[in-house]
């Protein structure tokens, strides 16, 4: 199981989240409600895995995206976004994001796809 | 073309028959003995291994039919190329989006749409895929890449068991505007207007949407379990929600307290 991060400015959805994954065995280790808190708190809560995020405030979510693989590239990056065609997730894929939640989301796709990318996390 | 092995609802029973598929025609053979056009066929519907054909008249006589997956899966190619519907030759992908997950292998294919009465039709060579208009949560005119460049699509999502599925249609725009205005106009009860809907409900609809029962809607929203009545009550008056089943809220009687104290009690010596 996890340390997960959650960036959303949304707080109901960094609650929903949260709930979901804690349900799920994982440990949420912070919330963040933009790209630039997000980045603090990477630095000091060390995740596995950042749920972020694509439009917010002050930074928007695909610039976080890079700046937290330059602060460490082990940590995966799990998209969480309602814009899901092919050339968005191409784009955020190279920029090293690991694994993609469409909102709105239902519980089961949000495990699912932690537990892919945590399994993508422990083989490598 | 081919005879094949089917069963068939008659009388409200189900007996054993046959079906010859020809080119523009399926005859069923006794006890029904029915010679059916296929332009006379008004709209086609699909439940786990049947498919249920309307044939026009007054009234319209409806065939349920039940078969092997891949004898099915020839009528129902058959029948959508050449039943009475509105039918245009496209591309699509579908499903493109189950549940909140991309489908990995999804592909465009080559193929029709027909659009039924009671559902649309994705059509391709190995493929028929049923969309029923009225578990139609949501379509729009959007842009797709497709092989690099920025195209018009028309995006349908719909509820399957209780997951949402998306699909994409690919043809020239002006098809698909014809196509997403008869969608709107057929799918316009679905519509909702934004100010009937408060923020908190809107909140409580999307918990609901993500899988949370009564109990973590509660507790996550704070909220009191009358209040959280009263927002399922106008959700439901506004038919966002179906009732599924209704919990009971109990407490113990003297005999219920009775029963459990004693339980507890270390046993007499």
Known sequence: MGK????????????????????????????????????????????????????????????????????????RVVVC???????????????????????PFKKDAVLQEIDSVMAGLQGS | MAVVPVKIEKDGKWVVSKIDLQQESMTIAEPVGKAIPFKSIVDLEERKSLLIVTVKGEPPTVYKIASVEKVLQAMKRL??????????????????????????????????????????????QNKQVSVPLKEVTGMELTKREVQGKQ????????????????????????????????????????????EELDPLSAQVGMLIYSGMDSHAIENMLNISHKDL??????????????????????????????FITDSVKPPSP
């Open chain 1, 4 to 75: 997960i991060l959650i960036v959303d400015d949304s707080e109901l959805t960094r609650f929903l989240l949260s709930k979901i994954l804690t349900s799920g065995g994982h440990e949420v280790v912070g919330e963040a409600g933009d790209g630039l808190e997000a980045l603090q708190k990477v630095k000091e809560t060390e995740p596995d895995v950042v749920i972020l995020d694509l439009l917010m405030p002050r930074m928007r979510g695909t610039q976080a995206l890079v700046e937290i693989r330059k602060i460490n590239p082990r940590i």
């Open chain 1, 81 to 103: 976004s309602g814009d899901h065609q092919e050339h968005t997730v191409r784009d955020l894929v190279k920029k090293g994001a690991s694994g993609f939640i469409i909102k």
């Open chain 2, 79 to 124: 029948i959508i190329m050449a039943c009475s519907a509105y039918r245009l030759m496209a591309y699509f992908m579908s499903p493109a989006v189950r549940g909140g997950v991309m489908v990995t292998n999804a592909t465009w294919e080559k193929g029709a749409i027909a659009v039924l009465k009671t559902s649309i039709w994705f059509v391709s």
């Open chain 2, 151 to 194: 195209v018009d699509v028309v995006k349908i999502d719909h509820m399957e068991n209780t997951d949402v599925v998306t699909s994409y249609i690919l043809c020239p725009i002006s098809t698909l505007q014809i196509l997403i205005n008869f969608l709107k106009d057929t799918t316009k009860d679905l519509e909702v207007n934004p």
């Open chain 2, 229 to 258: 009545d009263e927002i399922y009550n106008k959700l439901l008056k506004i038919g966002l929600i179906d009732v599924v089943f209704v919990r009971k809220e109990v407490q113990l009687t003297p005999k219920g307290v009775r």
